[in-house]
């Protein structure tokens, strides 16, 4: 990339941002808050471009309020360097002055973009990748709220009845459903086992024999009845409710998610991958946006997904490795859970996990390594366009 004539620094805000431009000697050529709107952004972006047409502009937030103005810069060709909230709140720190200002914060990004050159541009991805991290993103804050939901769940159900709360198992839908109809030691005992278990049944509940014998035995367990009893029944059955509805709504999610990442290029080759399952892939795809070329290399990806250790040394001590603490928590998910279920189906990775545990490596360890081989693997496959097969074993020559 060449080397700019001007530095645009944005300092994003919910409803304002606030930019600052400069020159090569670090000269402040404008400066001024502007609407988080787009006929507003647009005239920033033609006055900005009045000056030099030759600009590099900077954002300290790559997604949520600047998506738009994002937007408009890369469908107007212009190049956009990402520098992180940390990256900026550290050099910030070294420029005169304790205050702290979003004019101050826009000149820093732009004057950070100006002196760094190890700066990537953002590449914000095809539509099918834009789509899949919206969809896999939204997924992970619903089943983040049944999670929360289900623990809701467990606490007011031990204000019930404490046994009941023992014997279920709330992340399976069948304890849950049962909740929605019976909550109480009293309703189980007056129901009777064969009226709950073809209640169960008839809601198709696999089985159905074995949580009834639970529930009763619970049930018979306590008898008191214990204060504010009917209200807090009341409460289980809409929490349960409220579960049931998270569960169908990431069902809804999981196909809306392999519906679109399979119209992606790259579907069947990422999905060829022993252990990369379609969810693994879609978040692998909406983690790199499927485009191999902004990472230049197999190194590189392993670096962004934590993968490629980086060293730690300091006076007398050297030879350090320590995982960086800049990664895509997603992206490494995605490597680590794969190479998981991969010692099941794949000969090459349970032969390569086997062997780093014959090294002294631990479980967790030994899983890092295969991920990381994985990195390479799958680059090759996406880099040549070819589906993941065994290589044949070699055969001495008779």
């Given at each position: 990339m060449t080397?700019p004539?001007i530095?645009?620094g944005?300092?994003?805000?919910?409803?304002?941002?606030?930019?600052v431009?400069i020159?090569?000697s670090?000269?402040?050529?404008?400066?001024?808050?502007?609407l988080?709107d787009?006929?507003?952004l647009?005239?920033?972006?033609?006055?900005?471009?009045?000056?030099d047409d030759?600009?590099?502009?900077a954002v300290?937030?790559n997604?949520?309020?600047?998506?738009l103005?994002?937007?408009l810069?890369?469908s107007?060709?212009?190049?956009?360097?990402?520098l992180t909230?940390?990256?900026?709140?550290r050099a910030?720190?070294?420029?005169?002055?304790?205050?702290?200002?979003?004019?101050?914060?826009?000149?820093?990004?732009?004057?950070?973009a100006?002196?760094?050159?190890d700066?990537?541009?953002?590449?914000?991805?095809?539509?099918i990748?834009?789509?899949?991290?919206t969809?896999?993103?939204?997924?992970?804050?619903?089943?983040?709220?049944?999670t929360r939901q289900i623990?809701?769940l467990?606490?007011?159900l031990?204000?019930v009845?404490?046994?009941?709360e023992r014997?279920?198992?709330?992340?399976n839908?069948g304890?849950v459903l049962l909740?929605?109809?019976?909550q109480t030691p009293?309703?189980?005992?007056q129901a009777?086992?064969?009226?709950?278990?073809?209640?169960?049944?008839?809601?198709?509940?696999r089985?159905a024999g074995t949580l009834?014998?639970a529930?009763?035995?619970?049930?018979?367990a306590q008898?008191?009845?214990l204060?504010?009893?009917?209200l807090a029944a009341?409460m289980?059955?809409?929490?349960?409710?409220?579960?049931i509805?998270?569960?169908?709504?990431i069902?809804e999610?999981d196909?809306?998610?392999e519906a679109?990442?399979?119209?992606?290029p790259?579907?069947?080759?990422?999905l060829?991958?022993p252990g990369?399952?379609?969810?693994?892939?879609?978040?692998?795809?909406?983690a790199?946006?499927g485009?191999m070329?902004a990472?230049?290399t197999?190194?590189?990806?392993?670096g962004?997904?934590?993968?490629?250790p980086?060293p730690?040394?300091?006076?007398?001590?050297s030879?350090n490795?320590?995982?960086p603490?800049?990664?895509h928590?997603?992206l490494?998910r995605a490597?680590?859970?794969?190479s998981?279920?991969?010692?099941k189906s794949?000969?090459?990775?349970?032969?390569?996990?086997?062997?780093?545990?014959a090294?002294g490596?631990g479980h967790?360890?030994?899983?890092?390594?295969?991920?990381?081989?994985?990195v390479?693997v799958?680059w090759?496959?996406?880099?040549d366009?070819?589906?993941?097969?065994l290589s044949?074993?070699?055969t001495a020559a008779?």
């Open positions: 080397v004539r530095w645009a944005v300092d994003i805000g919910k409803e304002h941002h606030h930019c431009v020159d090569a670090g000269g402040r050529l404008l400066s001024r808050r502007v988080n787009e006929s507003a647009l005239e920033l972006i033609r006055d900005v471009l009045a000056l030759d600009a590099l502009w300290d937030v997604h949520g309020a600047a998506a103005l994002i937007g810069l890369v107007g060709d212009q190049p956009v360097a990402y909230g940390l990256a900026v709140h910030s720190g070294t420029y005169r002055g304790e205050g702290k200002t979003d004019a101050k914060d826009a000149f820093v990004i732009a004057d950070q100006r002196m760094r050159k700066l990537g541009l953002l590449r914000p991805g095809d539509d990748a834009v789509d899949v991290r969809l896999t993103t939204r997924r992970t804050d619903v089943v983040a709220d049944r623990n809701r467990r606490a007011q031990l204000e009845c404490p046994a009941l014997v279920l198992d709330l992340t839908q304890p909740l929605t109809g019976y009293a309703a189980i005992r009777g086992a064969k009226r709950v278990e073809t209640w169960l049944r008839h809601r198709k509940v089985g009834t014998t529930v009763m035995q619970a049930a018979q008898h008191a009845v204060p504010g009893e009917k009341a289980v059955a809409r929490l349960a409710k409220g579960v509805a998270l569960d169908q709504e069902a999610l196909a809306l998610i679109r990442f399979r119209e992606h790259h579907a069947a080759v990422i060829s991958l990369m399952g379609k969810l693994l892939g879609a978040e692998f795809l909406a790199t946006g485009d070329d990472f230049g197999a190194d590189r990806l392993a962004y997904a934590g993968l490629a980086a730690r040394d300091s006076g007398r001590v030879g490795l320590r995982r603490r800049r990664f928590r997603g490494l490597f680590y859970l794969s998981f279920a991969s010692l794949c000969p090459a990775s349970k032969a390569f996990y086997q062997r780093k545990r090294e490596k967790k360890q030994a899983l890092l390594a295969l991920s990381r081989r994985r390479n799958l090759a496959m996406i880099r366009g070819q589906s993941y097969h044949p074993p070699v008779a």
